[in-house]
């Protein structure tokens, strides 16, 4: 059975105590959130890894104006990274129009990245179309902040999934959100996901798709570390098969925890 992550808060700034040098909160309340193991050597173990571990070093690293609100910029630093796979709907009468609305919303969603996304990929069955979107790259994105490539199939997938192991090769390290076409990703979705992770601090590693397609989100190394929608072969020579989407929610009926998500849900918390 392999060793429970935890965290020990010795050391980190975050860390508030008494008169009497013993731990008695946490300055952004991941204690009560986390969950307290033990005490040891006057300092809390939590029950579960906390991200926001900062040692002295890093305070006295940061600008004088940052130095004074610490707490706002160790979450700035855990902001999620949202990379998007936009599929193009190449049977829409105007494809590239739906596909310049869906970017669009791309951008707008990615505002506390400086405005652009760190990755976006469209999904072509249509290499006549490679143009047109080459240009709304570069009209709606600027190129170093944002890394956009084109995946071109040979032809229209049975399943639209397949194509998603096909793109990933484009992927960054952060989380992927699917979508088509025609479709506007949500403003405050990135904003949404910092807060349920990062704030209060649930354990989500999918938010399912509202359409078998779209709105499905997850973090890029889960996908590569499953093999994505090919089988995963581990090192015992044990073979894991089944679509990415299946093996998530095998591994969700194997522990008690709440890690995937619908949509309603996802909005409601």
């Given at each position: 059975?392999?060793?429970?992550?935890?965290?020990?808060?010795?050391?980190?700034?975050?860390?508030r105590a008494d008169e009497n040098?013993?731990?008695?909160?946490?300055?952004?309340?991941?204690?009560?959130?986390?969950?307290?193991?033990?005490?040891?050597?006057?300092?809390?173990?939590?029950?579960?890894?906390?991200?926001?571990?900062?040692?002295?070093?890093?305070?006295?690293?940061?600008?004088?104006?940052?130095?004074?609100?610490?707490?706002?910029?160790?979450?700035?630093?855990?902001y999620p990274r949202m990379g998007?796979?936009?599929?193009?709907?190449?049977?829409?009468?105007?494809?590239?129009?739906?596909?310049?609305?869906?970017?669009?919303?791309?951008?707008?969603?990615?505002?506390?990245?400086?405005?652009?996304?760190?990755?976006?990929?469209?999904?072509?069955?249509?290499?006549?179309?490679?143009?047109?979107?080459?240009?709304?790259?570069?009209?709606?994105?600027?190129?170093?902040?944002?890394?956009?490539?084109?995946?071109?199939?040979?032809?229209?997938?049975?399943?639209?999934?397949?194509?998603?192991?096909?793109?990933?090769?484009?992927?960054?390290?952060?989380?992927?959100?699917?979508?088509?076409?025609?479709?506007?990703?949500?403003?405050?979705?990135?904003?949404?996901?910092?807060?349920?992770?990062?704030?209060?601090?649930?354990?989500?590693?999918?938010?399912?798709?509202?359409?078998?397609?779209?709105?499905?989100?997850?973090?890029?190394?889960?996908?590569?570390?499953?093999?994505?929608?090919?089988?995963?072969?581990?090192?015992?020579?044990?073979?894991?098969?089944?679509?990415?989407?299946?093996?998530?929610?095998?591994?969700?009926?194997?522990?008690?925890?709440?890690?995937?998500?619908?949509?309603?849900?996802?909005?409601?918390?």
């Amino acid at each position: 059975m392999s060793e429970k992550i935890v965290t020990h808060c010795k050391d980190c700034v975050f860390a508030r105590a008494d008169e009497n040098g013993e731990q008695n909160g946490c300055g952004l309340g991941r204690s009560e959130v986390l969950g307290i193991s033990s005490t040891q050597e006057d300092f809390y173990l939590l029950e579960r890894f906390c991200t926001a571990h900062r040692p002295t070093e890093w305070v006295e690293n940061l600008r004088f104006e940052d130095q004074l609100m610490p707490e706002i910029v160790v979450l700035d630093e855990l902001y999620p990274r949202m990379g998007f796979f936009v599929r193009l709907n190449t049977d829409a009468k105007n494809a590239i129009v739906e596909l310049e609305k869906t970017l669009k919303s791309v951008a707008c969603a990615s505002h506390r990245q400086q405005g652009y996304p760190p990755f976006v990929v469209v999904i072509n069955d249509k290499v006549e179309y490679n143009e047109e979107i080459w240009a709304l790259f570069a009209r709606l994105f600027e190129k170093g902040e944002t890394e956009y490539s084109i995946v071109q199939l040979s032809h229209k997938p049975e399943d639209l999934h397949d194509s998603v192991d096909e793109a990933f090769i484009h992927a960054q390290n952060g989380w992927i959100y699917l979508t088509t076409s025609g479709e506007e990703v949500p403003h405050d979705l990135i904003d949404k996901l910092h807060k349920m992770i990062n704030v209060h601090m649930k354990q989500i590693v999918m938010v399912e798709s509202y359409n078998d397609f779209d709105g499905l989100m997850f973090p890029a190394f889960l996908f590569k570390f499953l093999n994505g929608n090919k089988s995963k072969v581990f090192q015992d020579e044990s073979v894991l098969s089944g679509t990415f989407i299946e093996k998530m929610k095998q591994a969700q009926a194997r522990t008690t925890n709440k890690t995937i998500y619908t949509w309603e849900e996802f909005n409601a918390s």
